[in-house]
């Protein structure tokens, strides 16, 4: 009895070091099948969310024109001002949406700063020893700045907690992946549009003759969805493009309470050496103060700011909104005279919906 105990014990042995690096490498090998699968099923969800977000942005922006005419400005900024002076611009198109996008209370917290700057920029009454910077006072002393609003934020976002602090020397400032579209040309000039013959790389877009690059947002004004239709047509233009937020923290790219380009608008886009969207050349963007990072399509050059190019972390494009409120999943690969054409409003001609 004691004897066959003892040889049914001895017959019983462990795994061996080769089975046990056998089973370990299944596994990693599974793991390594199951990962891309969770990956791409997240970047899924998060592009669908990334698109709920400019739906709701482009219904936002209807009901503020249903309720003032028009839609927000991109930007305030005071008469004879420079419109790109950092110093000088006031409240942003975000900022102006805030009590349609479910955020009455940011909104009113800042509102008498507001307006004061609405009061400048039709008027010019605020005496110039008064005028104040809204990076410098406007919002100082309120949450709103450095408040994130989950509905400008895309959830593929890498750098949304890192807040800007470039401007106003520490100044906190929460990021934003979406621009209100100041037209493919010159932001000073997107209420009419300047003209070019040419786009990025001297691509032609009309067999050499001139075409408008107005915005549907500019400084101070913006169009209304009616004169949209009368133009280029809603469902022809776009509204809302994606940004990238700056790989750091003094770079205010995707800052969505700071309005000039780059930061919360797009412009001068598809022409010079800004080309498509998430393009990977040098220098692309014009944000003072940014990061050159053409290694991860965050192109910039920091000696001023004028210049904004459409960007997202999502795999092969970017989200924008239309004017109709619907949104398109627009690849990198559209060429320049499509991606010039989308975001102008009035240049009077057609493309291939890519």
């Not at 942003?92 to 909104?107: H, R, S």
């Not at 976002?157 to 209100?180: I, M």
């Not at 598809?270 to 050159?292: E, H, K, M, R």
Request: proline share 5%; net charge neutral.
């Amino acid at each position: 009895m004691i004897l066959s105990l003892l040889k049914r014990r001895e017959g019983r042995r462990g795994f061996t070091l080769i089975e046990l690096l056998v089973v370990i490498a299944i596994i990693a090998i599974l793991i390594g099948l199951l990962l891309p699968a969770v990956q791409k099923i997240r970047e899924a969800a998060n592009r669908m969310k990334c698109s709920n977000n400019l739906k709701q942005l482009g219904l936002a922006a209807h009901n503020y024109a249903d309720t003032n005419g028009t839609m927000p400005p991109a930007f305030y900024v005071g008469p004879n001002i420079a419109w790109n002076d950092e110093n000088n611009i006031g409240p942003n198109c975000f900022v102006m949406l805030l009590p349609f996008i479910e955020q009455d209370n940011l909104f009113r917290a800042a509102q008498p700063q507001i307006q004061v700057y609405q009061a400048w920029a039709t008027t010019g009454g605020l005496d110039p020893g008064d005028r104040m910077a809204w990076a410098k006072v406007a919002i100082n002393g309120t949450a709103l700045k450095s408040t994130p609003v989950s509905i400008l934020l895309c959830p593929s976002e890498p750098f949304k907690t890192t807040q800007g602090t470039r401007v106003n020397s520490g100044g906190n400032w929460a990021r934003g992946n979406y621009a209100a579209n100041m037209g493919p040309g010159d932001p000073g000039n997107a209420a009419s549009g300047s003209t070019y013959a040419t786009g990025a790389g001297g691509v032609q877009l009309n067999g050499g003759a001139q075409v408008s690059a107005g915005g549907v947002f500019w400084p101070n004004g913006a169009e209304s969805p009616g004169s949209l239709t009368s133009q280029d047509g809603t469902a022809n233009t776009v509204m809302f493009n994606h940004l990238r937020v700056g790989p750091a923290a003094n770079d205010m790219r995707g800052t969505w309470a700071f309005g000039l380009p780059g930061c919360s608008t797009t412009g001068n886009n598809a022409i010079g050496d800004c080309y498509t969207p998430n393009d990977t050349g040098c220098c692309s963007d014009d944000v003072l103060g940014c990061n050159d990072r053409p290694d991860i399509a965050m192109g910039c050059w920091n000696g001023g700011h004028g210049q904004g190019q459409a960007r997202s972390s999502h795999s092969g494009g970017v989200n924008t909104g239309m004017g109709d409120g619907s949104v398109r999943f627009v690849r990198n690969s559209v060429d320049v005279r499509t991606w010039f054409l989308m975001n102008s409003k009035n240049d009077g001609l057609t493309y291939n919906n890519q």
